[in-house]
């Protein structure tokens, strides 16, 4: 299938989201109030410990910035759209065309990662460092190196967000699903907390689950808390798991596809 076909559906993509602007304009708002909470938590629990989490209170503030600006890149609706289109029979559209399914999802979602770039990251990022101590990359090469994980976060979430919308196939409703995932990989993404504040153990357990490549490891490349051949090593990890995330999400579809109850439509 040429790739000229999924473009096409990442352009639908992008152009869908023009609709529900506001909420973009809503969300750079939300996300700096998010931030703002986090200042001063961190700020408070720094006041105590000078070296809480394993980082200083510059890098942690710069963390917490990047982190969310990174998660309002990242974001997407795959799964929750793979629910509704099965509860309104609207699968059954994307069961006749000649694509792969998974595919057009994911090239939707890269459409609306690329309206959510222009209208709420790059807003996002500039009003938190305007207001916060945000630092820089390390270097150029970490900045490099930085937005070259950020495409493999973005991947990586739609292969994830793809298997649990395969679901809806079978289960119907993925309410309470969706609910789970979302906290999951919200905490174990080191989004709400830096993964050195875990116990050993549950760090060397984690470091084997892709979530913390999602936002933890991006967020280390751009402090430069890794040195390059341990960026070579998470880049690489970030791709396998992406890799292998997308290939059992085709073969999970295929099973859940086998018998599809279509209501609505």
Same mark, same amino acid.
């Given at each position: ?7 096409? +559906? ?16 809503? #969300?750079?708002?939300?996300? +700096? ?14 006041? =105590?410990?000078?070296?809480?989490? &394993?980082?200083? +209170? ?6 917490? $910035?990047? &982190? ?8 997407n609706?795959?799964? /929750? ?7 309104? &029979? ?7 065309k000649?694509?792969?399914?998974? *595919?057009?999802?994911?090239? /939707? ?23 916060f ?24 979430v ?14 119907k ?6 609910? $789970? ?6 905490? +174990? ?7 050195t ?5 549950a /760090?060397?357990?984690? =470091?084997?689950l @892709?979530?913390?490549?999602? #936002?933890?490891? @991006?967020?280390?490349?751009?402090l ?16 396998? *798991? ?8 085709a *073969?999970?579809?295929?099973v859940?596809?086998r018998k599809?109850?279509?209501?609505? &439509?």
């Amino acid at each position: 299938m040429s790739v000229a076909v999924y473009r096409e +559906f990442a352009r639908v993509g992008f152009v869908n989201i023009l609709a529900f602007r506001l909420r973009y304009y809503t #969300g750079v708002l939300t996300y +700096f109030l998010n931030v703002t909470v986090y200042y001063f938590i961190w700020k408070a629990l720094y006041a =105590a410990d000078p070296n809480f989490a &394993g980082f200083t +209170f510059p890098e942690i503030v710069t963390y917490v $910035a990047v &982190g969310w600006m990174i998660r309002s890149l990242y974001f997407n609706n795959i799964d /929750q759209d793979m629910a509704q289109d099965v509860m309104e &029979g609207k699968i059954s559209m994307a069961l006749i065309k000649p694509v792969s399914v998974q *595919w057009m999802y994911i090239s /939707q979602a890269l459409g609306e990662t690329v309206f959510r770039l222009a209208m709420l990251s790059a807003p996002v990022a500039l009003a938190l460092a305007l207001v916060f101590p945000v630092r820089p990359p390390k270097s150029p090469a970490h900045g490099a190196l930085f937005l070259l994980s950020l495409v493999g976060s973005v991947l990586l979430v739609a292969a994830l967000n793809f298997i649990v919308g395969s679901c809806a196939v079978r289960l119907k409703s993925i309410l309470g699903l969706l609910r $789970a995932k979302f906290f999951v990989q919200e905490l +174990f993404s080191g989004l709400l907390i830096p993964m050195t504040l875990f116990p050993a153990t549950a /760090q060397k357990v984690l =470091a084997c689950l @892709p979530f913390q490549h999602i #936002g933890y490891t @991006p967020m280390l490349i751009y402090l430069g808390r890794l040195s390059y051949p341990q960026i070579a090593l998470a880049l690489a990890l970030q791709a396998l *798991w992406v890799a292998l995330l997308a290939a059992f999400g085709a *073969w999970f579809w295929k099973v859940m596809a086998r018998k599809i109850t279509i209501h609505g &439509g």
